[in-house]
Nanobody, 127 residues
């Protein structure tokens, strides 16, 4: 089983930046595509961004393009989410997600494709 632990959330003002981290353990980190989802109160969990096993491919939800950047360091078993120009509507619990990829190059976008979840970290953006 893969264990995922997020960190870096907090309370910030609109326009500020945060960097979330997700540390993985239990399996070979480089065998997994990694992503971030978020869930605001009363809303469904939604896709934010994803990165392939090697880090060579990424994709983003339209509402974060140009503001958020996903990256990974396979030597450290860690994936990051750099969040810039934060908006109040970005407030949510952010979840790290891992999806096994036997071949490489896979970019899962659906929560139904996720194999392992972190516990989440709260991001609150005040106006």
């Amino acid at each position: 089983q893969v264990q995922l632990v997020e960190s870096g959330g907090g309370l910030v003002q609109a326009g500020d930046s945060l960097r979330l981290s997700c540390a993985a353990s239990g399996r070979t980190f480089s065998d997994y595509a990694m992503g971030w989802f978020r869930q605001a109160p009363g809303k469904e969990r939604e896709f934010v961004t994803v990165i392939s096993r090697s880090g060579g491919k990424t994709d983003y939800a339209d509402f974060v393009k140009g503001r958020f950047t996903i990256s990974r360091d396979n030597a450290k078993n860690t994936v990051y989410l750099q969040m810039n120009s934060l908006k109040p509507e970005d407030s949510a619990v952010y979840y790290c997600a891992a999806t096994y990829d036997y071949r490489g190059g896979y970019l899962p976008h659906s929560e139904y494709d996720v194999h392992y979840w972190g516990q989440g970290t709260q991001v609150t953006v005040s106006s």
